[in-house]
Nanobody, 127 residues
Framework: QVQLVESGGGLVQAGGSLRLSCAASGHILRTYAMGWFRQAPGKERELVVAISRSASITYYADSVKGRFTHSRDNTKSTVYLEMNSLKPEDTAVYYC????????????????????WGQGTQVTVSS
């Protein structure tokens, strides 16, 4: 059974940084494409970054490009989202997700492509 557990959220001032973690069960990091999404109150869930199964190809939303960075540690079965220069509009619940895929170099931008989701972690950026 695939399990994803996010952590690292919190309250930070604008301009600050946070690092989110997503601990994954089993060996899914090597067999699933991954993604980070976020959802603010009253808004639809939106993609933050999509990562191919091989982690060789990534897609960042324009709103976070240059500020957020994805990484992963296969030995710890954990993926990370480093968030710098945070803005109040980054306030949301952040989710990591995993998508079954036979392809090494394909990422998925739609939430519907992901079968497995973590419980989410709240990020609040104060102005």
């Amino acid at each position: 059974q695939v399990q994803l557990v996010e952590s690292g959220g919190g309250l930070v001032q604008a301009g600050g940084s946070l690092r989110l973690s997503c601990a994954a069960s089993g060996h899914i990091l090597r067999t699933y494409a991954m993604g980070w999404f976020r959802q603010a109150p009253g808004k639809e869930r939106e993609l933050v970054v999509a990562i191919s199964r091989s982690a060789s190809i990534t897609y960042y939303a324009d709103s976070v490009k240059g500020r957020f960075t994805h990484s992963r540690d296969n030995t710890k079965s954990t993926v990370y989202l480093e968030m710098n220069s945070l803005k109040p509009e980054d306030t949301a619940v952040y989710y990591c997700a995993a998508a079954v895929t036979p392809y090494n170099r394909v990422y998925y931008r739609s939430p519907g492509a992901y079968e497995h989701w973590g419980q989410g972690t709240q990020v609040t950026v104060s102005s």
